[in-house]
């Protein structure tokens, strides 16, 4: 079974420049979620979507990321314009997400890691 | 809020040692508890999980078991290998749709 693929792995950038990412899930998986962690912490979720319907957005910085999920399978996160503080590691990850707690179990991509300079 | 607070590190161990890592949360309701790992240059994966009160989960020799008494989900692997360097992330779902949070990490090294 395929895993999550995120691309680019590496990108770096100037600030105030735009930037996007791209991930597709484990195929089935209806939940997917973007993650930012940044050195020497945590991963913090960005926003989750359940097929292409947003369920929690709450900690995204909606003046300047968005994301999307098109047809309930990719989906992009973008950030526009990037700010230095953005430099971080974006994790994508996928789930079930069709009920009961074992669909909820999350399979993460190796990440993009972002450098604003 | 759900939180989760893990020890600090870099811990640094000799092959065989024995391993402790700790992690505690704060939690309204009965979340799920996780255990990731993240190897040099790879994605987090999932190292094991407990879902009630006094589970234990288990995976590759690590131990964890839910303690609600203590709000703990302690790591522990009685002999650690060189393969086994990497960061321990523990983190417990956050709210009705699963999603995750996450502590700051605990970086491991094992030295042969």
């Known amino acids: 079974e395929a895993g999550v693929a995120q691309s680019p792995r590496y990108k770096i950038i100037e600030k105030r420049q735009s930037v996007a990412f791209w991930c597709n899930p484990i195929?089935?998986?209806?939940?997917l979620y973007w993650y930012q962690q940044i050195l020497g912490q945590g991963p913090k979720l960005l926003i989750q979507f359940q097929n292409n319907g947003v369920v929690d957005d709450s900690q995204l910085p909606k003046d300047r990321f968005s994301a999307e999920r098109l047809k309930g399978v990719d989906s992009t996160l973008k950030i526009q314009p990037a700010k230095l503080e953005d430099s971080a590691v974006y994790l994508c990850a996928s789930s079930l997400g069709t009920g009961g707690l074992a669909s909820y179990e999350q399979y993460f991509g190796p990440g993009t890691r972002l450098t604003v300079t | 809020g759900n939180s989760v607070t893990q020890m600090e590190g870099p811990v640094t161990l000799s092959e065989e040692a024995f391993l402790t890592i700790n992690c505690t949360y704060t939690?309204?309701?009965?979340?799920?508890l996780f255990w990731y790992v993240q190897y040099p240059g790879e994605g987090l994966q999932l190292l094991l999980k407990a879902t009630k009160a006094d589970d234990k989960g288990s995976n590759k020799g690590f131990e964890a078991t839910y303690r609600k008494e203590t709000t703990s989900f302690h790591l522990e692997k009685g002999s650690v290998q060189v393969s086994d360097s990497a960061v321990y992330f523990c983190?417990?779902?956050?709210?009705?749709?699963?999603?995750?949070?996450f502590g700051k990490g605990t970086k491991l090294s094992v030295k042969p």
């Open positions: 939690a309204t309701g009965y979340p799920s």
């Open positions: 195929s089935g998986h209806a939940t």
């Open positions: 983190a417990l779902t956050g709210g009705s749709q699963g999603n995750l949070i």
